[in-house]
């Protein structure tokens, strides 16, 4: 199998939707994106993830969106495409009729809701490993799915499957962390789960990010990243830092409620969400558009 290079900043795409009845997606809006992060330094994309709004996503779309991503993308970056959920016989059977053409990896969140034991989270994993047509990369975001999966778990992953190549973590544990990257097999890339604690996993020997705030201010973001992998720590801080407040905010109510009104403030795509997520606040978004003056990006 192919070495797959997961460094840098990979952006957990939006799917932009129109302000219209069914919010349909929008792809001129998608174009936008991608080219925004490409010409800004993004070095490859997640498509149907979390902020993708996949929950609410039909399969067509979630294949369509894929599909224009890769002809958009014409392999300038790596595309990897988010397949998770807590059936594992079901996305056994998902990986294993999915046309793998163009695409680089799968990511797959650990199984939500179920809250399954340590046993439980690595012979779902292992089932996924022994389906997937492509390398895997694991997600560990317990406060989405009320299960943390520990460093024992992943590194048992990392070392007994050729094909577990990644982890994406989020748990904001920074010493469980700390024991994934002591544990590792050499070739096992961590990265991380949370924009603002991009910095301090990097500083610790992370390879990258996954990111949401990456493809709304890419300008700014895919810099800090930059001086992090070259060891330039007093200019990347200061980027971190700039961007820390605005981070922060895009949170505040949900996510990707927030990057779609930075996105929609930058002229990129619509603020729309499709229910059961509403549209960002008149506040947040206010408060995004002062902080995007700050950075000197409106």
């Known amino acids: ?19 219209n009845e069914t919010k349909s997606v929008d792809y001129t809006a998608l174009e936008r994106l991608l080219e925004h992060c490409i010409s800004n330094g993004v070095n490859y994309f997640v498509v149907n993830g979390t902020t993708a709004e996949n929950p609410v996503l039909t399969v067509d779309e979630k294949q369509q969106v894929l599909q224009f991503v ?48 340590q046993e439980g989270i690595y012979q779902h994993y292992a089932a996924l490993s022994a389906a997937s047509p492509l390398p895997l990369i694991l997600y560990n975001v317990p406060g989405r799915t009320s299960s943390n999966m520990s460093a024992q778990t992943t590194v048992r992953l990392a070392k007994n499957f050729g094909n577990i190549v990644a982890i ?3 748990s904001g544990n920074l010493d469980q962390i700390t024991e994934i990257l002591l544990e590792r097999p050499a070739d096992f890339q961590v990265i991380s ?46 980027a971190h830092l700039s961007l820390y407040d605005l981070t922060n905010q895009l949170f505040e109510e949900g996510n990707p409620v927030g990057i779609k009104a930075l996105l ?31 950075l000197s990006l409106v």
Request: proline letters at 4%; hydrophobic letters at 45%.
């Open 168 to 170: 994406k973590e989020a």
């Open 1 to 19: 199998m192919n070495k797959l290079d997961l460094s840098g900043v990979g952006v957990a795409l939006v799917t932009p939707f129109q302000r």
């Open 193 to 238: 789960g949370d924009d603002n604690l991009t910095f301090a996993m990097m500083a610790l020997g992370a390879e990258g990010v996954i990111s949401v705030s990456g493809q709304g201010v890419p300008e700014v973001f895919c810099t800090m990243v930059n001086h992090l992998s070259a060891g330039q720590w007093i200019q990347a801080r200061a």
């Open 70 to 117: 890769l002809k958009v993308t014409a392999g300038r970056i790596p595309v990897v495409f988010g397949i998770g959920g807590n059936n594992t016989h079901a996305l056994v059977e998902e990986l294993e009729a999915f046309n793998t053409d163009g695409v680089s990896a799968i990511l797959s969140a650990s199984p939500y809701y179920n809250k399954p034991s």
């Open 264 to 294: 929609e403030a930058r002229g990129i795509t619509t603020a729309a969400v499709r229910l059961p997520l509403v549209e960002a606040s008149s506040d947040l978004k206010n408060s995004l558009i002062a902080s995007l003056e700050v």
